[in-house]
């Protein structure tokens, strides 16, 4: 069974920072390794989109209003991804969501909340 925590969120006065953890504590590390470990958002009133993506090959993605500001790593060791948000922007505001893509099958976290003031 795949256990998505999320942890990290916050809230941080515009142009400040945050990082968001993903974790899967109870997998094996060969396992975690292999999975695509995508953060998503949702700010209110909105739909949820994706923001930014690690592969297992190392390789990232990310959504164009992130870029430069956003950065999504992972400590396969750990099991962990991280995403190191800076300069944050009231419009980063919402409810960040961790999935992994493992055997076919996306999972999904509860979200953890980000609120950016002005």
């Known amino acids: 069974q795949v256990h998505v925590e999320e942890s990290g969120g916050g809230l941080v006065q515009a142009g400040g920072s945050l990082r968001l953890t993903c974790a899967d504590p109870?997998?094996?590390?060969?396992?975690?390794?292999?999975?695509?470990v995508a953060w998503y958002r949702q700010p209110p009133g909105n739909l949820r989109e994706l923001v930014a993506v690690?592969?297992?090959?190392?390789?990232?993605n990310y959504a164009d209003s992130v870029k430069g500001r956003f950065t999504i790593s992972r400590d396969n060791a750990r099991k962990r991804v991280y995403m190191q948000m800076n300069n944050l922007k009231p419009e980063d505001a919402g409810t960040y969501y961790c999935?992994?893509?493992?055997?076919?099958?996306?999972?999904w976290g509860q979200g953890t909340q980000v609120t950016v003031s002005s």
């Open positions: 109870r997998v094996i590390l060969s396992v975690f390794s292999s999975d695509t």
């Open positions: 999935t992994i893509d493992r055997s076919g099958s996306k999972y």
């Open positions: 690690s592969t297992p090959g190392g390789g990232t």
